[in-house]
T-cell receptor, first 116, second 110 residues
Framework: DTGVSQNPRHKITKRGQNVTFRCDPI?????LYWYRQTLGQGPEFLTYFQNEAQLEKSRLLSDRFSAERPKGSFSTLEIQRTEQGDSAMYLC??????????????FGPGTRLTVL | KQEVTQIPAALSVPEGENLVLNCSFT??????LQWFRQDPGKGLTSLLL?????REQTSGRLNASLDKSSGRSTLYIAASQPGDSATYLC?????????FGAGTTVTVRA
């Protein structure tokens, strides 16, 4: 197992276009998270899944954003009608099913989105 | 809302010196605290996880302490090397999500 993978690594799009990112978690990790990181800041939580169920969504996740995790395996994050303010690094993480104290998250390399 | 602060924002030291990175958080009702390393343009690498019931955790040259009651954690890196140059992020676990600080960017000069 090579860890969490994300595709694409870089995406350049024009304002108003839709984009979709994919995350493949570490196998057998039941929990999957999405974060967004802008330049010079720490990542901010967007949403997380327990298997295929989306359990929490941040207020940062506007109605232009949607995330899915069909069959509890990989996940996709779609942004509709992109805006320049969506430019950021989108990070995915996964963790095994352990209690909160042991919940170590492992991150992927991220997808860098640039909206022109 | 959990607020996480890391001081200093940047640090430059000569090779061989010990590094001390500080993290503070406002809500002490945490489950764990995780330290990460991030290289420019890359994802995050987990360094250490401290459960809320623990006082410290060690891995090689790294040692992290946690004082939950005062809302503080410190990451010590012994005998720094140029390869330790990176941004170090502190993240506090409330329930299952992490709240991050903005990081401390470390430069180790050869």
């Amino acid at each position: 197992d090579t860890g969490v993978s994300q595709n694409p690594r870089h995406k350049i799009t024009k304002r108003g276009q839709n984009v979709t990112f994919r995350c493949d978690p570490i196998s057998e990790h039941n929990r999957l998270y999405w974060y967004r990181q802008t330049l010079g800041q720490g990542p901010e939580f967007l949403t997380y899944f327990q298997n295929e169920a989306q359990l929490e969504k941040s207020r940062l996740l506007s109605d232009r954003f949607s995330a899915e995790r069909p069959k509890g395996s990989f996940s996709t994050l779609e942004i509709q009608r992109t805006e320049q303010g969506d430019s950021a690094m989108y990070l995915c993480a996964s963790s095994p099913t352990l209690d909160r104290g042991y919940n170590e998250q492992f991150f992927g390399p991220g997808t860098r989105l640039t909206v022109l | 809302k959990q607020e996480v602060t890391q001081i200093p924002a940047a640090l430059s030291v000569p090779e061989g010196e010990n590094l001390v990175l500080n993290c503070s958080f406002t809500d002490s009702a945490i489950y764990n605290l995780q330290w990460f390393r991030q290289d420019p343009g890359k994802g995050l690498t987990s360094l250490l996880l401290i459960q809320s019931s623990q006082r410290e955790q060690t891995s090689g040259r790294l040692n992290a302490s946690l004082d939950k009651s005062s809302g503080r954690s410190t990451l010590y890196i012994a005998a720094s090397q140029p390869g330790d140059s990176a941004t170090y992020l502190c993240a506090v676990g409330n329930d299952y999500k992490l709240s991050f600080g903005a990081g401390t960017t470390v430069t180790v000069r050869a």
